[in-house]
């Protein structure tokens, strides 16, 4: 079988973070974890996913601030030709001048979090004041500096009829990018709600809607059905080195510690059994789309303990006009 080429490598620094949120999916830590992936193997790491030649490097946390080496290991990614964007917190580490310092070391992206397009809701969802404003301050920064901003979202009931005016906000930020998260209830995301197959189907439209209407892009993640996305398109590696295919699936391949990146990609039982379309169960497998979205693996694990399930949020039904696949075939990247 061919190897899949991951077009995005999302990668855990750490899980320290001074915030709290109480709906965070990871289990933040208040410091960083002995096992940890140390300077020396983060360089080895880096040299791994260039490997892979990814469109994407994704930097995530926790809060990758907290890791004293992060402008090293971001200028180092800059120097092997990546162009790594970094996902932050609102914490007493994100200033101007750390913004400043990052967009110098290579950092092409700054990726922060707004759930609402008010300070009330959004700091609610979070569970903890002030940080509304903090993220806003914090894009203002990046501006201040050129250096282009994504943000992400997490959908949920308590925000699902907030995404227009929401969109409307991050336009006028002059966001470049805008990344929607649709729940998988793992962690802190436990107490979501998840949205049924038909509020989502109704979501997915809104933001098919939007993408012509906005001045940035608009991808999702855990809802392949919104764009046309090989479900292997992602490879994702925790702050200790292990190898998955998303954040929010605690199955692994593997780990760079003991075996390279690429072999892991290549040869890896768990990721060519998810690249092997006969795997999937139910309507999943009986979908005619299963080859280019094959449902969110995260989900149908986290709700039914099985990878190859059927994902619970699809609305659509194999061979009928019922439910929305892939509503947005072009997608946005």
Not at 7 to 28: D, Q
Not at 246 to 252: E, K, M, R
Not at 258 to 267: A, E, F, I
Request: proline content about 5%.
């Amino acid at each position: 079988m061919e190897t899949n080429r991951a077009h995005i490598v999302v990668w855990e620094l750490t899980r320290a973070c001074k915030l709290s949120c109480t709906n965070c999916a990871i289990g933040a830590l208040p410091r960083r974890a002995p096992m940890e992936l140390s300077t020396y193997e983060a360089y080895k790491t880096i040299d791994q996913v260039v490997a892979l030649r990814p469109e994407e490097l994704i930097l995530t946390g926790g809060d990758p601030l907290e890791r004293a080496d992060i402008y090293q290991l971001i200028d180092y990614a800059r120097r092997r030709g990546l162009r790594p964007s970094m996902m932050v917190s609102p914490t007493a580490l994100l200033t101007g001048a750390s913004v400043g310092k990052l967009k110098r070391n290579g950092l092409a992206r700054l990726i922060v979090s707004v759930d609402s397009s008010t300070p009330d809701r959004h700091d609610s969802i979070r569970g903890a004041h002030g940080q509304f404003a903090a993220t806003l301050l914090a894009i203002r920064w990046a501006r201040t500096a050129a250096l282009p901003v994504e943000v992400n979202t997490l959908v949920s009931h308590r925000n699902m009829g907030d995404l227009d005016s929401l969109a409307s906000l991050l336009g006028d930020l002059g966001v470049e990018r805008w990344s929607v998260y649709f729940v998988v209830p793992i962690g802190g995301s436990k107490h979501l709600e998840t949205l049924s197959p038909e509020e989502s189907e109704r979501v997915l439209e809104r933001l098919q809607t939007m993408r012509t209407k906005v001045p940035f892009t608009i991808r999702t993640f855990e809802a392949p059905q919104y764009r046309q996305i090989e479900r292997m398109d992602t490879l994702f590696i925790s702050h200790t080195g292990e190898v998955s295919i998303s954040p929010f699936l605690p199955v692994t391949a593997g780990n760079i510690r003991y075996q390279p990146l690429s072999s892991l990609d290549r040869s890896s039982d768990l990721l060519i059994a998810l690249r092997d379309d006969s795997n999937l169960k139910g309507k999943c497998g009986r979908c005619e789309y299963r080859r280019t979205c094959g449902g969110s693996r995260a989900r149908a694990y986290a709700m039914t303990g099985d990878v190859f399930a059927a994902d619970p949020l699809c609305s659509y039904q194999p061979g009928t006009a019922t439910g929305t696949p892939l509503v947005d075939r072009g997608g946005a990247a």
